[in-house]
């Protein structure tokens, strides 16, 4: 790991590496750094080997030039900064996961915590600028686009021959990435928080803005593009059942359930909404999707865009991957044919009672 410090006073510098001596000692890391005393050394110093920055807001005559210096970075590199500072209002925006904000009187310890939990995820070395992305757009540019250049050539019009060139591009760096989605994946894949809601699209997590209640909008992407959608269809989303919910399932003289049979009922519905019931499709808790929960296909609604604009907002929405087998478990309900029906209340039922038959005494 590799960090940047742009700070102008000695004593502050001299602080810095003691600190990340000891650190380093302390913690078994060898984090490694350079030093800018200035705006114009950052600026020239600053390249892709670097994971972090810690940046001073007040640097020598110029009482915001690190402003300068995190703009610098946000416009041309992908690591996360640490502002660290006696002046915490002279900063021009606003901090978040990825700018943390530090005053000089507390030291260096927690600013490198917070740099390392970032290189810990490793999303330094993904998009820092010499990872996975990079390597995988360099195969696409040198092993991919000359075969299909003169195609994008042929397009007189710039505009719409980038927008063609960027979605080739991205397709094709799926295949030079190694994505297993089913093994390794994580439930904030799922989602794309925050999205355009200027522009509709499908997979968009809404909600309607009275009753609070979740949707997400079905209609066929090429609808939605090329204008030609007068109706939108939406699904309602709805949380897999509470234990109270659940419990009300059960003989009325049960004794009060422990906690890891509630987790064990819990687990047990989950697995049949998520893997047997061909109108449920699962959703997992994440950002605005409050709770597990299963998109309910028989629970369609069609707004005119009219109404849909005055009583939903967008929230969020399904990324492209997970979008694509959500639609193939609807179309493949509704084609469906001579495939008998599933009782959910009774099979529920029936998987409860036998949970409870195993853990009465």
Request: charged share 25%.
């Amino acid at each position: 790991m590799k960090i940047l410090l742009v700070e102008d006073e000695a004593s502050c510098i001299d602080d810095f590496k003691s600190t990340l001596k000891r650190y380093n000692h302390q913690n078994h890391k060898s984090i490694q750094y350079e030093i800018a005393r200035n705006v114009e050394e950052a600026d020239s110093m600053l390249n892709s080997s670097f994971d972090g920055a810690i940046v001073d807001l007040k640097l020598e005559s110029k009482v915001t030039g690190g402003n300068q210096v995190i703009r610098n970075i946000q416009e041309n590199f992908r690591i996360p900064i640490v502002v660290f500072t006696g002046t915490p209002s002279n900063l021009d925006q606003e901090v978040n996961p990825l700018l943390g904000l530090y005053l000089r009187d507390r030291g260096y310890d927690d600013v490198l915590n917070f740099l390392v939990e970032i290189y810990n995820t490793g999303l330094t070395q993904i998009l820092g600028g010499r990872g996975l992305f990079e390597k995988a757009m360099n195969e696409v540019f040198w092993t991919n686009i000359p075969q299909a250049i003169e195609h994008f050539q042929k397009n007189c019009n710039p505009e719409i021959s980038q927008v063609q060139l960027l979605r080739f591009t991205l397709a094709h760096m799926y295949e030079h990435i190694d994505l297993d989605f089913g093994s390794i994946s994580n439930t904030a894949e799922t989602y794309i928080y925050p999205v355009n809601d200027k522009v509709l699209q499908g997979g968009a997590l809404v909600q309607e803005i009275k009753s609070k209640e979740f949707y997400i909008l079905l209609t066929p992407a090429c609808d939605l593009a090329n204008s030609k959608a007068e109706f939108l269809q939406l699904a309602k989303i709805e949380p897999v059942k509470t234990l109270r919910e659940v419990t009300q399932l059960l003989p009325s003289d049960s004794k009060e359930l422990s906690k890891s049979q509630q987790s064990r009922i819990n687990s047990k519905i989950t697995n049949i909404v998520r893997n047997k019931i061909a109108r449920y499709h699962y959703l997992p808790k994440f950002g605005a999707v409050e709770y597990d929960s299963v998109v309910d296909f028989q629970n369609i609604s069609s707004l005119s865009l009219e109404q849909y604009s005055k009583t939903f907002r967008v929230l969020g929405g399904v990324s492209s991957y997970f979008y694509k087998d959500l639609l193939s478990r609807f179309s493949g309900l509704y084609s469906r044919q001579g495939s008998p029906d599933y009782d959910f209340t009774l099979e529920e039922s029936k998987v409860l009672l036998e949970l409870m038959e195993g853990l009465t005494p």
